[in-house]
């Protein structure tokens, strides 16, 4: 029997929390797949609802909101980390398919859940603890050596939620009034206690992505680098440049393990650090030339930045993938399509009207693919990106930041 929910032909209604560009860029592949989209949105002008037509508006932690959207659709995903556990577990009581399942999603909503996890599986991660007062702070920092990064362990994003302590006076802006320290205990981001970590010496910010369905296939896209500027993804090159054959293989298979560990469905966007393989402290166990070449930094549970030039870029795309994947299809081939392609990320800038900066870009590099998410422009708010692919790394690289500086005003020409 067909359900009420399916759009014509028996195809599936895939329900989207979060109205955001992620959402968004779903919908050009669930276009060519004929599969239909709707979206529990902000606002009317949230940047996926100004390209889904069903998008009611509504709050992702308003339970009778979000229980009437996913009884319109087949199976539910999200946009973002937000959506609350009690929410999550009224719908999974309800019998709503949720990619990923709650159980999963936890461990990228909460990064101490996620360390605990990691560290308990054997997945290599930078040394961290749980910290609920100043006191555990300091002999953290103790024992791994100043300077540390003190993270809260939920609703950060884009490098909200996570500084850096130099050293012992440090302390005292997280022990001022209405600050971390005092929300400690307290219902919201810090009721577990503040994740401290060592402040990694890495040589580069890598990151792999895979995609895992529940019926268990899985596939995995080449290791990216990703470049942070101010905690801000703001360049990927793909395939990670120089990057060695077998750190490549064995930052894939972690990655994968994690997907199956943890019983993810979706796409997972597995964050690492690249370390000298002789880095001290980690995985206490093997000899210098067996340690990881890698720390696992964070997971997300979603289309990820990190996979925006794989719109361009490979035969699937990430965002494809993601609805091939919640729909227990079979996966498509994550292969790239050029030897490099790389993404820059447009910030918001000076123009308020972007309109005549993107008309120069497209005049002046006919190959380079803008992808704007219809934002408005907030200075250092993702707006947009370009990708851009060919066979000579630094030719494309010159070519994407160019675009993206000019959309965003850092040059004029
Ligand atoms: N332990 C660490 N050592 C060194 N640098 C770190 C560490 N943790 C985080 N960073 C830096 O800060 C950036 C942001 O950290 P993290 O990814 O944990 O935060 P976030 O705000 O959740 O990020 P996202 O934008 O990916 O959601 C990292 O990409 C990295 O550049
Ligand atoms: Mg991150």
Known sequence: ???????????????????????????????????????????VDASAALVIPSAPVGDHADLDAVCRFAASCDVVTFDHEHVPADVLAALEADGVPLHPSPAALRFAQDKLAMRHRLTEIGVACPRWAQARTRADIETFAAAVGWPIVAKTPRGGYDG????????????????????WLEQVGAPGALADGILVEELVPFERELA???????????????????????GIC??????????????????THAALRIAGALGVTGVLAVEMFQVARAAPGHGDGPAVGERPAYLVNELAMRPHNSGHWSIDGAVTSQFEQHLRAVLDLPLGDPRPVASWTVMANVLGGDYAEIYPAYRHVMARDPGAKVHMYGKGVRPGRKIGHVNVSGPDLADARARAQHAADYLQGVIDE
């Open 1 to 43: 029997m067909t359900s009420p929910r399916r759009a014509p032909g028996g195809f599936p209604v895939v329900g989207v929390i979060g109205g955001g560009q992620l959402a968004r860029m779903l919908q050009a592949p669930a276009v060519a797949l004929g599969v239909q989209l709707s979206v529990l949105a902000e606002a």
């Open 160 to 179: 909200k939620g996570v500084r850096v302590l130099r050293g012992p006076e440090d302390l005292d802006v997280l022990d001022a009034p209405g600050e």
């Open 208 to 230: 792999v992505l895979v995609a895992r369905s529940p019926s268990g296939q899985a596939s995995a896209w080449p290791v990216v680098q990703t470049v942070q500027t101010d």
């Open 234 to 251: 703001t360049e990927v090159l793909a395939p990670a440049p120089d990057l060695d054959p077998a750190t490549a293989a064995e930052a």
